[in-house]
């Protein structure tokens, strides 16, 4: 899935959200339509790390926001 169009990540970030909702995994708070870079942006976050073995499975993947994801692995 390395090469994928920006329509198919779009589907696939469409069916995450419609599984777990708008709301981050991390803390539990809303997500909203804040832009790429802003701390409160939506992004899609590994459970299992890639780096640890985890993929880019539907079912390996959470919303959460941008600064709730980068604190998690950093």
């Known amino acids: 899935m390395a090469n994928m169009t920006p329509r198919t990540?779009?589907?696939?970030?469409?069916?995450?959200?419609?599984?777990?909702g708008r709301v981050c995994y991390?803390?539990?708070?809303?997500?909203?339509?804040?832009?790429?870079g802003h701390p409160r942006a939506f992004t899609l976050d590994h459970v299992v790390a890639k780096g640890a073995g985890?993929?880019?499975e539907e079912?390996?993947?959470?919303?959460?926001?941008f600064e709730c994801?980068?604190?998690?692995?950093?």
């Open 9 to 20: 990540k779009r589907n696939r970030r469409d069916r995450v959200i419609a599984a777990h």
């Open 69 to 74: 994801n980068y604190r998690r692995h950093h």
């Open 26 to 36: 991390l803390c539990g708070e809303p997500i909203g339509d804040e832009p790429a």
């Open 59 to 65: 079912s390996n993947l959470r919303p959460a926001h």
């Open 54 to 56: 985890g993929g880019n």
